[in-house]
């Protein structure tokens, strides 16, 4: 009970308040939607330059860890992918949209302040190593699958052109790399300049948490239900569990497999409804299955919690 009442009640009563403000109109849509712009393309890039800058690569970046964490990942997408064709007939680029949302957990803003409240600050080093090539795998992996199925008459060089463009335009990969660039460079930062870094990821997930709330009322509970369910299960069941399975076979430590297991516990980001809305695919589905799968992983949590060493 402390693991619900301590660790997850806070981050989602962040999120409840976002939720509540739009509601109740306090603030307008607009008004969250800036605030996401400033979190997604600012503030949480900026964390994530801050946090990769200084992470003792060495030691955290683990080929097992990351095996064990995009084993589990890809494993839900191709459930996701093959589970709504053939269980539900959904045309392949519907599937596609919904194998990722199986596919991208939410692991920044839901993720990063669950494992911090549940296991302390150094615990997120194993995060961050997740995090640092979780959009690049999953926007690769999407895309490329996305685009074959689309056309396959375009050429390979079209395809990995479009790829490579929308990989590359987002800018939390663009945080991540720099944060790669000043890590393995040695560059330290002027005080001033670090001090104001520090201000803005002091308020990145807190401001986040807040808008996804906000944008999380805007979806409306629609679409059909059997993806949807399937969606809900494989992000907050199957995927942690095939993680917890492929860690346990890697032997990984137990901080990895917290890190590990909790982070794929999330449930689908809200950048997999952009990925559905880019393509015009899959749009409801997606959309209730991130508002339904947050609301339903407050109690998932608790459980990998509890289960959990």
Excluded at 4 to 11: E, F, N, S, Y
Excluded at 124 to 143: D, E, K, M, Q, R
């Amino acid at each position: 009970m402390s693991a619900l009442l301590d660790v997850i009640i806070p981050v989602f009563l962040i999120i409840g308040f976002g939720y509540c403000t739009v509601w109740t109109r306090l603030f307008s849509t607009d008004t969250i939607d800036g605030l996401m712009k400033f979190s997604q393309n600012f503030a949480i890039p900026v964390l994530l330059f801050n946090a990769i800058a200084k992470v003792d690569l060495a030691n955290v970046f683990d080929l097992d860890l990351f095996f064990s964490f995009y084993f589990g990942a890809t494993a839900g997408f191709l459930i996701g992918f093959l589970g709504s064709h053939y269980l539900f007939n959904r045309p392949l680029e519907d599937s596609v949209a919904i194998g990722f949302c199986c596919l991208f957990s939410n692991t920044v803003m839901l993720g990063l302040p669950i494992t911090e409240r549940a296991y302390g600050e150094d615990a997120l080093h194993h995060n961050f190593a997740v995090v640092s090539v979780h959009a690049p795998f999953c926007y690769f992996l999407g895309i490329t699958v996305m685009e074959l199925v689309k056309s396959s008459e375009k050429s390979l060089k079209k395809n990995l052109i479009t790829i490579l463009k929308a990989m590359f335009s987002n800018a939390l990969v663009v945080g991540i790399m720099l944060g790669f660039i000043l890590n393995i460079s040695g560059i330290h930062l002027a005080n001033s300049i670090q001090a104001s870094i520090d201000m803005i990821t002091a308020v990145a997930l807190p401001a986040a948490l807040f808008g996804m709330g906000g944008v999380l009322y805007q979806y409306r509970p629609q679409g059909d239900i059997g993806p949807i369910i399937m969606i809900c299960a494989v992000s907050l069941i199957f995927h942690p569990a095939i993680v917890w399975f492929s860690g346990l076979n890697f032997d990984l430590s137990e901080m990895q497999l917290r890190s590990a297991v909790i982070t794929a516990a999330m449930a689908p980001g809200i950048n997999t409804y952009v990925f559905a809305n880019i393509y015009g695919r899959a749009k409801r589905v997606a959309s209730t299955g991130v508002l339904v799968s947050t609301a339903l992983s407050i109690g998932t949590i608790w459980i990998w919690l509890s289960l959990l060493p």
